[in-house]
């Protein structure tokens, strides 16, 4: 199994940044692409960005140009690093980690780090 623990969220008034980690443990070997999911209240859970092995990254529309997706392989660590914060930021943020084949179709989910944005 994979374990996956988030850090960083927290209370930034609009215009601000914050820098979400997520901490990969236990069968790392399994992963493939990890990345950050949000929900906000009485909303669905959305993608915000994902990154590869390799690198190749992937980003919501919403949050293009604002947030940074990145990955440290040896420490088995992504990052999110959120700048021009917006009050529709607020939600819940869930590190994600799929699996590699044979694991190909396995998510794995963080417990969720909270952010809100004030006006």
């Known amino acids: 199994q994979v374990q996956l623990q988030e850090s960083g969220g927290g209370l930034m008034q609009a215009g601000g940044s914050l820098t979400l980690s997520c901490a990969a443990s236990?069968?790392?070997?399994?992963?493939?692409?990890m990345g950050w999911y949000r929900q906000a209240p009485g909303k669905q859970r959305e993608l915000v960005a994902t990154?590869?092995?390799?690198?190749?990254?992937n980003y919501a529309d919403s949050v293009k140009g604002r947030f940074t997706i990145s990955r440290d392989n040896a420490k088995n660590t992504v990052y999110l690093q959120m700048n021009s914060l917006k009050p529709e930021d607020t939600a819940v943020y869930y590190c994600?980690?799929?699996?590699?084949?044979?694991?190909?179709?396995?998510?794995?989910w963080g417990q969720g780090t909270q952010v809100t944005v004030s006006s």
């Open positions: 990154i590869t092995r390799d690198g190749t990254t």
């Open positions: 236990g069968s790392v070997f399994r992963i493939n692409a």
């Open positions: 994600n980690a799929n699996g590699r084949a044979p694991w190909s179709g396995t998510d794995y």
